[in-house]
């Protein structure tokens, strides 16, 4: 019994130490690539665009601009709270402290100094100051002009300042794991950062060029290809719509189907569109740019649900 007891103990001993090992790998391996020093492409512009007509008039154009931006495609608040003071995703031991700092001009604000380079890097290529990589998800971001990031940023300097400092990320046991065999989970591994950004959004209009433009945002959640499907990680998350013109997609749908599920809720039978989809976001686009997202859908290949 003796003997017994102590080739148990020998063997628990030595899976803990190949556990203990375990983690230290990954825990370096994470760590070496959320530290990893990205180069990306230096964009600057001017905050806020001159349009020609007085700089009150041109920042009064950009806030308003940006506002609508803000409030029907980048969904900011989602994260960073409704007074863009931050706020904390994830706080688990388990799986870490994920928080969204804050945007504003108050104390404890990432961004008070922040140049128009900064925020190309943080909300285009998921930077820190520094080139680190961050927890923005700037694949859905990539498409936006520098006179579209412009606005957004005079909008939310615009804003109250707000006095929070939620510290920094913190990595636990899971996402030490994940970051170390699947490096796509640092979003900023997913972007290229040597591609050049457009000055100017295409036209305002219900055309596919303009839905392509505004479409990236979908991408994070459904896929490169819009096919969605099981998304990993989340497992509260539903399984996400094809909005490929697949039978297993959008291929029966109408342009006014469409549009009634982004303001309404409700898909083409009736159904209640999850929370999880932040229909009511982009439901307060304009008209012209659900139907220019519509006539793009129609444009891409149809790929059936969750397939790559």
């Given at each position: 019994?003796?003997?017994l007891l102590?080739?148990?103990?020998?063997?628990?001993?030595?899976?803990?130490?190949?556990?203990?090992?375990?983690?230290?790998?990954?825990?370096w391996?994470?760590?070496?690539?959320?530290?990893?020093?990205?180069?990306?492409?230096?964009?600057?512009?001017p905050?806020?665009?001159?349009?020609?007509?007085?700089?009150?008039?041109?920042?009064?154009?950009?806030?308003?601009?940006?506002?609508?931006?803000?409030?029907?495609?980048?969904?900011?608040?989602?994260?960073?709270?409704?007074?863009?003071?931050?706020?904390?995703?994830?706080?688990?031991?388990?799986?870490?402290?994920?928080?969204?700092?804050?945007?504003?001009?108050?104390k404890?604000?990432?961004?008070r100094?922040?140049?128009?380079?900064?925020?190309?890097?943080?909300?285009?290529?998921?930077?820190?100051?520094?080139?680190?990589?961050?927890?923005m998800?700037?694949?859905?971001?990539?498409?936006?002009?520098?006179?579209?990031?412009?606005d957004?940023?005079?909008?939310?300097?615009?804003?109250?300042?707000?006095?929070?400092?939620?510290?920094?990320?913190?990595?636990?046991?899971?996402?030490?794991?994940?970051?170390?065999?699947?490096?796509?989970?640092?979003?900023?591994?997913?972007?290229?950062?040597?591609?050049?950004?457009?000055?100017?959004?295409?036209?305002?209009?219900?055309?596919?060029?303009?839905?392509?433009?505004?479409?990236?945002?979908?991408?994070?959640?459904?896929?490169?290809?819009?096919?969605?499907?099981?998304?990993?990680?989340?497992?509260?998350?539903?399984?996400?719509?094809n909005?490929?013109?697949?039978?297993?997609?959008?291929?029966?749908?109408?342009?006014?189907?469409?549009?009634?599920?982004?303001?309404?809720?409700?898909?083409?039978?009736?159904?209640?569109?999850?929370?999880?989809?932040?229909?009511?976001?982009?439901?307060?686009?304009?008209?012209?740019?659900?139907?220019?997202?519509?006539?793009y859908?129609?444009?891409?290949?149809?790929?059936?649900?969750?397939?790559?």
């Amino acid at each position: 019994m003796k003997k017994l007891l102590k080739i148990l103990g020998w063997s628990v001993a030595a899976i803990l130490a190949v556990a203990i090992f375990a983690y230290g790998v990954a825990w370096w391996v994470a760590g070496s690539r959320y530290d990893k020093q990205w180069v990306a492409h230096d964009a600057t512009f001017p905050i806020p665009f001159p349009l020609g007509e007085g700089e009150t008039m041109a920042l009064n154009h950009a806030i308003a601009n940006g506002q609508h931006l803000v409030e029907t495609r980048v969904g900011c608040r989602g994260c960073h709270s409704e007074d863009f003071g931050g706020g904390v995703i994830i706080d688990a031991p388990i799986l870490g402290r994920w928080v969204a700092p804050n945007l504003t001009m108050g104390k404890g604000s990432v961004t008070r100094e922040y140049t128009a380079s900064d925020w190309d890097h943080a909300v285009r290529h998921g930077l820190r100051r520094g080139g680190r990589s961050s927890s923005m998800p700037a694949i859905e971001f990539v498409n936006l002009s520098d006179h579209e990031l412009s606005d957004i940023v005079a909008y939310i300097r615009s804003l109250p300042p707000v006095d929070r400092d939620l510290g920094r990320v913190k990595f636990g046991p899971v996402f030490t794991f994940v970051m170390a065999f699947d490096s796509s989970a640092l979003l900023a591994f997913n972007v290229d950062h040597e591609k050049a950004h457009a000055i100017e959004p295409p036209e305002t209009a219900a055309t596919a060029e303009y839905g392509e433009h505004i479409v990236q945002v979908c991408r994070g959640c459904h896929r490169a290809n819009l096919s969605g499907g099981k998304i990993q990680g989340d497992p509260n998350m539903p399984i996400l719509a094809n909005l490929t013109p697949h039978e297993t997609g959008l291929k029966d749908w109408t342009e006014a189907d469409f549009i009634r599920a982004l303001r309404e809720g409700k898909r083409k039978d009736g159904s209640a569109i999850s929370e999880y989809m932040p229909w009511r976001v982009y439901g307060q686009m304009s008209d012209a740019e659900l139907k220019a997202i519509w006539a793009y859908l129609r444009t891409v290949p149809a790929v059936e649900k969750g397939n790559r």
